[in-house]
């Protein structure tokens, strides 16, 4: 039994790990491949390496460019590596351009695809990761999902049950394994005093305006909470661009995994558009206020502590001052997210 792994962007590096890990204790031949999606240090290599990933057998250097060109070249490349590869099956994760390139290279050559986070809808295909998921899960053989609303998305959408697998959370079972070690980061005093900040979505990044409103709600939230901002390459790039003074916000590079977790885990608050970061602030308790109007998770609106504020800063404001005033949405932990999803689909894939 041969695996061949694909990854491409950070939010995959973590889902790929405890894979990876779990499928080596049942001594499975494995190949990993990176397509280069993302390529600063502090995008992949210090994920590659806090994580204790093996480097990968191949990196396929794509880089950046528009959707049509990075899948393209994606797949282009990757379709004579797995040809000569001849892997039994191939896992990819997430949501990202890498994650549906390779599963339609795979299927035009009857390779097996198993999707790892699989049947997570959030109903809006002006979002690019939307249209990957569905396009995904419409070629996979095997479909790994986290949560029930998976489960019942992808039989929606007539995919046979036979099919759906649902394993629990991997990104979880890094969060819990990297746990102690993350606490144990130090905020410089500011613990429980700060606002942890991410943004990096194309629809809240990319326009002038509505970029400037967002950073001027977080410097309005500056006046009564620290501000901790690690931003995305993206995000520098169009502050830049639309020249926006935010200088009164703590800005800092990308942070390493176990360095962002820490963080999280000693916020006052998130404030984020990402998707795996409503999950992990779920997991962690902590409460989380999210830039959008939809999410593809909503076990962590029905479950987690996260809460959709979309672009509106009369919401952000009157969330936050419940969290200030210690009256912060209470959550729980979705079923199967305890550490071993990891595990469940390694022994799904020995058993093949
Ligand atoms: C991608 C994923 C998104 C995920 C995000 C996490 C897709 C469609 N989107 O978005 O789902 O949430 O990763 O970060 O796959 N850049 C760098 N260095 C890098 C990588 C990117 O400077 O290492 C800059 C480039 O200017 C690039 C831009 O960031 O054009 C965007 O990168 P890209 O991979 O196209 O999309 P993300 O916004 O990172």
């Known amino acids: 039994m041969h695996i061949l792994h694909v990854v491409g962007a950070r939010p995959n590096f973590m889902k790929a790990a405890p894979v990876i890990h779990a499928i080596k204790r049942w001594n499975l031949k494995q190949t990993l491949i990176h397509t280069g999606q993302h390529y600063d240090t502090n995008m992949s290599d210090i994920f590659f390496a806090q994580l204790g990933m093996p480097e990968p057998d191949l990196n396929l250097g794509v880089g950046s460019g528009s959707h049509a060109q990075q899948t393209a070249e994606i797949m282009r490349q990757f379709e004579t590596v797995v040809i000569d590869a001849k892997p039994d099956i191939v896992l990819v994760y997430g949501d990202v351009n890498s994650t549906v390139a390779a599963a339609i290279v795979c299927s035009k050559l009857l390779i097996p695809v198993a999707h790892v986070e699989a049947g997570l809808r959030s109903f809006d295909r002006t979002m690019p990761e939307e249209i990957n998921r569905i396009v995904t899960d419409r070629l996979a053989d095997l479909l790994f999902t986290p949560s ?205």
């Open 148 to 352: 029930e609303d998976g489960d019942v998305n992808l039989e929606r959408e007539g995919i046979s049950s036979e099919r759906i697998c649902r394993v629990g959370n991997v990104m979880i079972d890094s969060l819990i394994r990297f746990l102690p070690l993350a606490k144990r980061q130090s905020v410089n005093g500011l613990d429980g005093r700060f606002a942890l900040v991410t943004l990096h979505r194309p629809s809240n990044v990319d326009d002038n305006a509505t970029l400037k409103d967002i950073l001027g709600v977080l410097l309005e939230i500056s006046d009564r909470l620290a501000v901790v901002f690690p931003v995305h390459p993206r995000t520098r790039q169009r502050i830049k661009e639309f020249g926006i003074d935010a200088s009164r916000l703590h800005l800092l590079e990308p942070l390493p995994y176990i360095e962002f977790l820490g963080m999280q885990c000693h916020a006052a608050v998130v404030i984020t558009d990402s998707g795996g970061i409503q999950e992990e602030t779920t997991y962690l308790g902590i409460p989380c206020l999210t830039i959008r109007n939809n999410t593809e998770r909503p076990v962590t609106v029905e479950l987690g502590t996260n809460v959709l504020v979309g672009q509106d800063r009369g919401k952000i404001l009157i969330e936050l001052n419940k969290i200030i005033d210690g009256k912060a949405k209470k959550g729980t932990i979705p079923p199967l997210w305890d550490g071993h999803a990891a595990d469940r689909i390694a022994s799904v894939l020995s058993r093949l």
